[in-house]
């Protein structure tokens, strides 16, 4: 079968690495991506002598010898020696209403230390937390890609057996149900805040574990050259991307999926289609809703999403010390952003990169979750859109003022990245960076990569793996290849390193 045709629609780093294991396997893949450039969510813009990163806080599985690891030189993101730095502090929280403060690092000795010091009366909850983080530590719990098989199975079950046995000792909750037991506010604030209260409460166990473990560093390059360097591995393998090609439309004959139509109307064939774009754009309105089951409905009607987020960049004529780590800041008085009540926002210094940053100048960064329904309404006004920008950023930099003395004076640029930002440059649901949220439920519901009924189409990224991520996008690109081709009866291969 080699040499059949696919129709990728969109350049993500899901359609990168779907596009680069098909090429490996002897297949002729075409990426056709809406935007101007590959990469999506995981990008970074230029304004004035600044550029700033968007996406790669930090990416997991670093350390050599880890399948994360093993997985991001398959498609070429380490590129030739890019520099990774570990990460030993995942994030300082603040608390402005009581000035306390307190620094989640790797050494968990003095993390379990700090948290009894910060409240005595949460020592036995604290124990408890730092006892489930260490099950984890040593173990490598990167895999997202499991061979088919029964051999492989019990591998991949043998390698998780740790986690299975916490599940059923411990169940499967949310970090914000678990953390209704701490009785001191600002660490009860820390603990939901880590990552999200929605999420397992074991995937914060395996971040902290992941960070104890060093396999949490930041990399040479950021957002941009990480997403670059895959592209060269796709594009060196032989892979062609049309730009600026948006679909509109799967083609299908007879309940197979035989192309694509794009906005010119112009109609491109293939032997199957993988759509790495916004899973509800795909299967509601490229297939008009005729795959989707009872099950499929449920998932995109009830199953929640990542809020969207408004990043706030200022490039600073005054260079500050990097932090690869956020700062948690709990408002003492909350924001109104777009008419939402902000409590808090995390916060990031950025100086390191000379292709980023000119010398003796830094970007301060700042994240918050936001409204896609507010900020959509305001887009229909570009005036008060813009202004609405402009306010948001004026208050930040007076809020930053604590943390970074003198910032008002020193800054050169601003740019103000709002949901609709997302939305325009990726087309995600409600401006997403994410996709469905990872909860205890839909860690344990595995999500098909197909439709039902619909012959040579396959979907892969953020909306087929519940919590996203990096690695996680990356993997689902590989397993959908994997897929293919094992239903084209071919043995799977993997790119050369």
Known sequence: MAGRSI?????????????????????????????????GVCTAWTRGDYTFDCSLHFLMGTRPGCALHALYDEVGALGAGRRLTRIDRYATAVDEATGRRIDVTSDLDRLGADMRALSPADSAFVDRFLRDVRRFVGVDLGGTDVAPGIAAQAQAMWRMRR???????????????????????????????????????????????GLANGELATIEGGSDGFAAAIERRYRALGGEITFGAMVQEIVVENDRAVGIRLADNSVHRADVVISAADGRSTIFEMLGGRYADARVRTRYNTWPVFDPIVLVNFGLSTQWPPSADATMVFLETPMQVAGQTVDGFYVRTFSEHPEFVPEGRSVAQVLMTSNWHAWNRLAEDRQAYEAEKGRVADDLAVRLEPYLPGIRGAVEEVDVATPRTFWRYTRNYRGAYEGFMMTPKTLMTRVPKTLPGLAGFYMAGQWVEPGGGVPTVIGSGKTVVRLICRADRQEFRVPAS
């Open 7 to 39: 129709a990728i629609i969109g350049g993500g780093l899901a359609g990168l690495s779907a596009g680069i294991y098909a090429l490996a396997n002897g297949y002729r893949p075409r990426i056709y991506e809406q935007h101007s450039e590959a990469g």
């Open 163 to 209: 986690v299975f046995a916490f599940l059923a000792r411990r169940g499967n909750r949310s970090v914000g149900q678990v953390a209704q037991s701490v009785r001191d506010r600002f660490l009860h604030l820390t603990v939901m805040n880590l990552f999200a209260p929605e999420v397992p409460y074991l995937f914060l166990l395996m971040l902290l574990a």
